[in-house]
């Protein structure tokens, strides 16, 4: 499965942003789906997952509260909704899918989009 990640940008402190993740060339509702990101210079760290059917979702702790995911099987894509936004999350965010389920771990999912970057001003 190819999946692509938009909607990255320039965003104020306390602002809001969406990211979607289209995915193709696969069955879309066979796939947990995991967002990740990697600010500079430090390591990849786990967003949220949801469960194949939505019905699931996790959050890191950071990001409880503020970030929802969510998805559209019919439209192969994951959302990721992000309000409250703070300068330290500011980073690159990658949407993976992992077959059967999700996982806290990015070594748990086999396929990985490009990223979008994030940037949160002070």
């Known amino acids: 499965v190819q999946l692509q990640a938009c909607g990255g940008g320039l965003v104020q402190a306390g602002g809001s942003l969406r990211l979607s993740c289209a995915a193709s060339?696969?069955?879309?509702?066979?796939?947990?789906m995991g967002w990740f990101r990697q600010a500079p210079g430090k390591e990849r760290e786990f967003v949220a997952s949801?469960?194949?059917?939505?019905?699931?979702?996790n959050y890191a702790d950071s990001v409880k509260g503020r970030f929802t995911i969510s998805r559209d099987n019919p439209k192969n894509t994951v959302y990721l909704q992000m309000t409250s936004l703070k300068p330290k999350d500011t980073a690159v965010y990658s949407c993976?899918?992992?077959?059967?389920?999700?996982?806290?771990?990015?070594?748990?999912?086999?396929?990985w989009g490009q990223g979008t970057l994030v940037t949160v001003s002070s």
């Open positions: 949801v469960s194949r059917n939505g019905g699931i979702t």
């Open positions: 060339g696969g069955t879309f509702s066979y796939y947990g």
């Open positions: 993976a899918a992992r077959p059967g389920g999700t996982s806290w771990s990015a070594g748990g999912y086999n396929y």
